[in-house]
């Protein structure tokens, strides 16, 4: 049995060294400090899209239910609420269930905080770097969510009827209608997205995408359109297909950020996902004051895997899942 050895070669690890050395080298040069957070807290994410992992653990206050972070967010705002200034971290992320070619349970998330940063600066920033990365990535465009959907699929994902969207996700995402009959509208949009929009996206160039329904706002603040429609305050980036990054204006009010986890939890429920443990030291760090600014987390390892020509996420991890 050879399933001990590890899934990237040993040429390709010390490519992937060289380009963390560059990450390091980037936010030195900008002043912007390194910490490192916990993989474990005191809740996990309630986003109906993410499956956090948890576990039992004997703590000083007995047995306690403690979660692997789908991204090191919550401490990191905790951070910021101390006053930390700018800060980055190239941190280990769990997510269960996702596996495949650009997916693995356990992957690197590097997330970034920028105190007094607009989106578009933060946009910028991580333009910047994903170029220094790879030297290939070509100038950035930006589309509007609405404007999209528009083009690849002629529909308007604000005002479609839901039962519309599960028609045309039945069609392009090849499920069965009956698996979709009782889904939700960003469930639909979500599927369209992945099987229709996202493959034509950072072909030639880096593709930011903008303005997504205010519903999948997650922890980012909401605006208004040129339509006059709530939309959130949020982009994501894409190059060759690839989703890299997902940058917010971050959301700083504490009994908003309550009310979104509280109907996260009841959109599981009515799904029948199980309820997450909302993180209640974030909300206290967000009532004691957390700077206004943007953050963004960026999946470094698919960034790795494109600036390399990989063609699996498994080969620039050391142990990829199932062989750690």
């Given at each position: 049995?050879?399933?001990?050895?590890?899934?990237?070669?040993?040429?390709?690890?010390?490519?992937?060294?060289?380009?963390?050395?560059?990450?390091?080298?980037?936010?030195?040069?900008?002043?912007?400090?390194?910490?490192?957070?916990?993989?474990?807290?005191?809740?996990?994410?309630?986003?109906?899209?993410?499956?956090?992992?948890?576990?039992?653990?004997?703590?000083?206050?007995?047995?306690?239910?403690?979660?692997?972070?789908?991204?090191?967010?919550?401490?990191?705002?905790?951070?910021?609420?101390?006053?930390?200034?700018?800060?980055?971290?190239?941190?280990?992320?769990?997510?269960?269930?996702?596996?495949?070619?650009?997916?693995?349970?356990?992957?690197?998330?590097?997330?970034?905080?920028?105190?007094?940063?607009?989106?578009?600066?933060?946009?910028?920033?991580?333009?910047?770097?994903?170029?220094?990365?790879?030297?290939?990535?070509?100038?950035?465009?930006?589309?509007?969510?609405?404007?999209?959907?528009?083009?690849?699929?002629?529909?308007?994902?604000?005002?479609?009827?839901?039962?519309?969207?599960?028609?045309?996700?039945?069609?392009?995402?090849?499920?069965?209608?009956?698996?979709?009959?009782?889904?939700?509208?960003?469930?639909?949009?979500?599927?369209?997205?992945?099987?229709?929009?996202?493959?034509?996206?950072?072909?030639?160039?880096?593709?930011?995408?903008?303005?997504?329904?205010?519903?999948?706002?997650?922890?980012?603040?909401?605006?208004?359109?040129?339509?006059?429609?709530?939309?959130?305050?949020?982009?994501e980036l894409y190059?060759?297909?690839?989703?890299?990054?997902?940058?917010?204006?971050?959301?700083?009010?504490?009994?908003?950020?309550?009310?979104?986890?509280?109907?996260?939890?009841?959109?599981?429920?009515?799904?029948?996902?199980?309820?997450?443990d909302v993180d209640?030291?974030?909300?206290?760090?967000?009532?004691?004051?957390?700077?206004?600014?943007?953050?963004v987390a960026l999946?470094?390892?698919?960034?790795?895997?494109?600036?390399?020509?990989?063609?699996?996420?498994?080969?620039?991890?050391?142990?990829?899942?199932?062989?750690?």
């Amino acid at each position: 049995m050879d399933d001990w050895q590890p899934t990237a070669d040993i040429g390709t690890l010390r490519e992937r060294a060289r380009l963390l050395a560059e990450v390091r080298a980037f936010f030195a040069a900008r002043d912007v400090l390194e910490v490192e957070t916990p993989v474990l807290g005191q809740g996990g994410s309630t986003d109906t899209h993410l499956a956090s992992l948890a576990t039992q653990a004997q703590t000083d206050r007995g047995e306690q239910r403690l979660w692997l972070q789908t991204s090191p967010e919550f401490h990191m705002k905790r951070l910021l609420a101390a006053g930390s200034g700018p800060i980055f971290q190239l941190a280990k992320s769990f997510r269960d269930g996702e596996v495949g070619r650009r997916h693995n349970i356990e992957f690197t998330m590097l997330e970034w905080y920028r105190p007094g940063f607009s989106l578009d600066q933060l946009l910028e920033e991580t333009t910047a770097l994903i170029q220094r990365l790879i030297p290939h990535a070509m100038p950035i465009r930006r589309y509007r969510y609405r404007a999209l959907f528009h083009a690849c699929l002629d529909v308007d994902p604000f005002t479609a009827p839901v039962e519309a969207l599960r028609t045309l996700a039945a069609q392009n995402a090849e499920m069965p209608a009956q698996a979709l009959a009782n889904e939700p509208r960003d469930v639909c949009l979500d599927l369209l997205m992945g099987a229709v929009i996202e493959p034509t996206l950072g072909q030639g160039e880096l593709s930011a995408v903008v303005e997504y329904p205010a519903s999948q706002a997650a922890l980012a603040r909401r605006h208004q359109d040129p339509d006059g429609d709530w939309v959130a305050s949020r982009f994501e980036l894409y190059f060759q297909g690839v989703e890299l990054a997902n940058g917010y204006d971050e959301l700083t009010d504490a009994n908003e950020q309550r009310q979104r986890f509280e109907a996260d939890n009841a959109a599981r429920v009515a799904l029948g996902l199980p309820q997450v443990d909302v993180d209640t030291h974030l909300l206290a760090a967000l009532e004691h004051g957390m700077p206004d600014g943007a953050g963004v987390a960026l999946g470094i390892d698919r960034v790795i895997q494109l600036a390399l020509g990989k063609r699996q996420l498994s080969e620039v991890l050391s142990f990829a899942t199932p062989n750690c």
